[in-house]
């Protein structure tokens, strides 16, 4: 009974000292949005960032976006990446909050959702800001219409100078 005991005790020791919290994290970020929408009809958003822990490295990263919960990806050593999409029509220009979290800070979302509590509430493990400065839809007018309209006038002129010359 003791051995049993011992084993559960070492596997849970292990599985502690494994999935230990990041403490006093630093992260620097850089970002990139999409900022031609003229032939696309989706924004891009990805952040880059690097995670440095107190206590080494870090675990399994999450981020919420919006209220939605998705993986950050492993790009290197220490170096992770987040992205998503959004339609054009309702991507708005300004400060984008991407909340990272860690394996614990994941878990207590969880738990947040399946309470029915707001998530805001969940303390993140750090907070990562992506400035979008808007997209460029296009000009105004389109050139066909331009074309058009100055086409018209010009018509309209040679014509009623053709008139008065002829009267």
Sequence with gaps: MSKIFLIVACVAFATTALCESCTNPQITSTSFTTQDATI??????ISDFTLK???GEASTLYAEINGNIVPVSIVGENQYQVSWTED???ARSG?????????DGYAALRKALRAGEGLASVQSLSDVVINHPG???GPWLQSEL???IISLIIAYFAISFKLKVTA
Excluded: P, Q
Aim: proline fraction near 0%; charged fraction near 20%.
């Design 53 to 55: 822990c107190g206590n």
């Design 95 to 103: 400060d984008k909050v991407v909340r990272i979290f860690d394996e």
């Design 146 to 148: 331009l074309a058009t």
């Design 135 to 137: 997209a460029y839809n």
């Design 88 to 90: 054009t029509k309702t």
């Design 40 to 45: 696309v009809t989706n924004i891009a958003y």
